[in-house]
């Protein structure tokens, strides 16, 4: 007699192909082998450095030639140093450029014949996507972490020397980073590299929260000023903030469903002089949209300093328009 209820088909094992933990672990092991020769420890020269002599971090090759780039704070005060590879070959190298506002720095390496990294594009990340950090934590040249993007569009505090600087739209992962993964290579499975490290979140109690600048529009031609020699000119305006979601009602009103809150205004900024208030949202400057930090760094163009603008903004629930007038960030 046969059953009216069938015994279920008996799937077959997925392939180690199909098993999840084995991709992960294939799709990491692709990022470190590919990127291990493109990313170098730095140790700074002594006595040069900000901080204690022969301090280090990392960089990540952008040219066959020699060029780098690392974090700004790595090199930061300092000429040159000691630059060592994963082959365990060691080149002397120079700083060339250094823009602490966005926290990044290109220096060159003597020689050439070295392995140059694919830059990707940050704009395309999304939050969950893997990615993989390589750097020298602690002077462990060649260590590789893996994690997810954890938050896009951060904000981030941070100190240099006497003065303080914002590193705006970085982008938050759980790759394990500690100091001296600074200025070392955040990529995804492709092994195209999407962010430069420069940070971790409350040493001892901030693991799971490391920061990364992002490698995007903006950033190349950051990078591409530094590594001509010439200084990274921006307009600004004195404020920091992120992005937050607009009420039902405000959102039909202009036309969108986002802006960039303020929650600290700069005293004698631009801002300040426009009479915007923390707490003010920005969804408008001269018109273009703005929903996230990035467009804010975007709009805010060399070719703006010194004009005068519009910034749109909500505050308690109304649409108001600014005057503003652009000025020059600060070196």
Same mark, same amino acid.
């Given at each position: 007699?046969?059953?009216?209820?069938?015994?279920?088909?008996?799937?077959?094992?997925?392939?180690?192909?199909?098993?999840?933990?084995?991709?992960?672990?294939?799709?990491?092991?692709?990022?470190?082998?590919?990127?291990?020769?493109?990313?170098?420890?730095?140790?700074?020269?002594?006595?040069?450095?900000?901080?204690?002599?022969?301090?280090?971090?990392?960089?990540?090759?952008?040219?066959?030639?020699?060029?780098?780039?690392?974090?700004?704070?790595?090199?930061?005060?300092?000429?040159?140093?000691?630059?060592?590879?994963?082959?365990?070959?060691?080149?002397?190298?120079?700083?060339?450029?250094?823009?602490?506002?966005?926290?990044?720095?290109?220096?060159?390496?003597?020689?050439?014949?070295?392995?140059?990294?694919?830059?990707?594009?940050?704009?395309?990340?999304?939050?969950?996507?893997?990615?993989?950090?390589?750097?020298?934590?602690?002077?462990?040249?060649?260590?590789?972490?893996?994690?997810?993007?954890?938050?896009?569009?951060?904000?981030?505090?941070?100190?240099?020397?006497?003065?303080?600087?914002?590193?705006?739209?970085?982008?938050?992962?759980? *790759?394990? =980073?500690?100091? !001296?993964?600074? #200025?070392?290579? $955040? /990529?995804?499975?492709? @092994?195209?590299? +999407? %962010?430069? &490290?420069?940070?971790?979140?409350?040493?001892?109690?901030?693991?799971?929260?490391?920061?990364?600048?992002?490698?995007?529009?903006?950033?190349?031609?950051?990078?591409?000023?530094?590594?001509?020699?010439?200084?990274?000119?921006? *307009?600004? =305006?004195?404020? !920091?903030?992120? #992005?937050?979601? $607009? /009420?039902?009602?405000? @959102?039909?009103? +202009? %036309?969108? &469903?986002?802006?960039?809150?303020?929650?600290?205004?700069?005293?004698?900024?631009?801002?300040?002089?426009?009479?915007?208030?923390?707490?003010?949202?920005?969804?408008?400057?001269?018109?273009?949209?703005?929903?996230?930090?990035?467009?804010?760094?975007?709009?805010?163009?060399?070719?703006?300093?010194?004009?005068?603008?519009?910034?749109?903004? +909500?505050?308690?629930?109304?649409?108001?328009?600014?005057?503003?007038?652009?000025?020059?960030?600060?070196?």
């Amino acid at each position: 007699m046969t059953s009216a209820v069938e015994a279920p088909e008996k799937r077959p094992d997925p392939p180690a192909s199909q098993d999840p933990i084995d991709a992960y672990s294939r799709a990491v092991i692709d990022v470190a082998e590919r990127l291990l020769p493109s990313v170098a420890s730095l140790r700074v020269r002594a006595g040069e450095g900000r901080g204690a002599p022969g301090g280090s971090g990392s960089a990540v090759v952008l040219s066959g030639d020699g060029l780098l780039v690392t974090s700004a704070h790595v090199v930061e005060g300092a000429r040159g140093g000691t630059a060592t590879f994963s082959s365990g070959d060691e080149a002397a190298f120079e700083v060339v450029g250094a823009d602490r506002f966005s926290d990044l720095a290109v220096v060159r390496a003597a020689g050439d014949g070295y392995v140059p990294a694919e830059l990707g594009d940050a704009d395309t990340l999304r939050v969950g996507q893997l990615v993989v950090a390589i750097g020298n934590p602690f002077g462990f040249a060649g260590s590789v972490s893996a994690g997810v993007v954890s938050a896009l569009g951060r904000s981030l505090l941070a100190s240099s020397g006497p003065s303080t600087r914002l590193v705006d739209d970085v982008i938050q992962t759980d *790759a394990a =980073l500690h100091p !001296g993964n600074s #200025g070392g290579a $955040l /990529a995804v499975s492709s @092994a195209d590299v +999407v %962010g430069i &490290s420069t940070a971790v979140v409350g040493p001892g109690i901030g693991q799971g929260l490391g920061m990364a600048v992002p490698v995007n529009a903006r950033t190349r031609a950051v990078i591409g000023a530094l590594a001509a020699g010439r200084a990274v000119r921006r *307009a600004y =305006l004195g404020m !920091g903030g992120g #992005g937050r979601p $607009l /009420a039902r009602a405000v @959102a039909r009103s +202009v %036309g969108q &469903s986002r802006g960039v809150e303020v929650l600290s205004v700069m005293a004698g900024g631009p801002a300040s002089r426009a009479g915007v208030r923390p707490g003010d949202v920005i969804v408008c400057l001269d018109g273009s949209p703005v929903t996230e930090l990035r467009d804010l760094q975007r709009l805010l163009s060399e070719d703006r300093i010194g004009r005068r603008g519009t910034l749109g903004l +909500v505050r308690d629930g109304r649409v108001l328009e600014r005057p503003v007038t652009y000025e020059q960030l600060p070196a």
